[in-house]
């Protein structure tokens, strides 16, 4: 059993000059949005609003909609983009399946993480160990893989991202 999800489904046009804030124009700016995906309905000519960290669709209007692309009309210069229905086949994976991943994505990165800090300390107790030039490009490696995985881990929670808007 498949539902509807509101997506951006093209791709993200930015129009600005620089040191002016654009708004009001007497005339719409045109734009036309090639859909990224055909399953989708209802399109929405939307711009990113620096404050309140959503898609608006103030100002903005579908000028024309045609399968596959919309033509856009906005009295303004932002960030735009075509909001639309998206069908998705499958309710995606259930809460319990999410948890398995994320046990299993936190052993795997704590037995990554222990392997990179047991080479890191080798390499850094052993000064023969690291006279040559492969030497120091595994432990400048090992150290941006540490670095990486530890960025990733801090950012695996369900809660790093507050506001999900900018993610549709």
């Known amino acids: 059993m498949g539902s509807f999800v509101t997506k951006v489904n093209s791709?993200?046009?930015?129009?600005?000059?620089?040191?002016f804030n654009v708004t009001g124009l007497?005339?719409?700016v045109t734009m036309t949005f090639e859909h990224e995906t055909d399953n989708a309905t209802t399109p929405r000519c939307v711009f990113w609003s620096e404050t309140s960290n959503t898609w608006s669709s103030e100002g903005c209007a579908v000028v024309r909609s045609a399968p596959?692309?919309?033509?856009?009309?906005?009295?303004?210069?932002?960030n735009f983009a075509l909001l639309m229905d998206v069908y998705q086949e499958g309710s995606g994976l259930s809460s319990r399946d999410r948890e398995i991943l994320s046990y299993i994505s936190y052993i795997g990165c704590g037995v990554s993480l222990a392997a990179l800090v047991l080479t890191l300390a080798t390499y850094t107790l052993f000064r023969k160990l690291r006279r040559d030039n492969p030497s120091?490009?595994?432990?400048?490696l090992c150290a941006?893989?540490?670095?990486?995985?530890?960025?990733?881990?801090?950012?695996?929670?369900?809660?790093?991202?507050?506001n999900s808007a900018a993610c549709k």
């Open 26 to 28: 007497s005339e719409n």
């Open 68 to 78: 596959g692309v919309t033509q856009c009309g906005c009295d303004h210069l932002t």
């Open 144 to 162: 941006a893989l540490l670095l990486s995985n530890l960025v990733y881990l801090a950012g695996m929670h369900d809660y790093s991202f507050s």
């Open 11 to 19: 791709l993200v046009l930015a129009a600005s000059v620089p040191g």
């Open 136 to 140: 120091k490009i595994l432990v400048h």
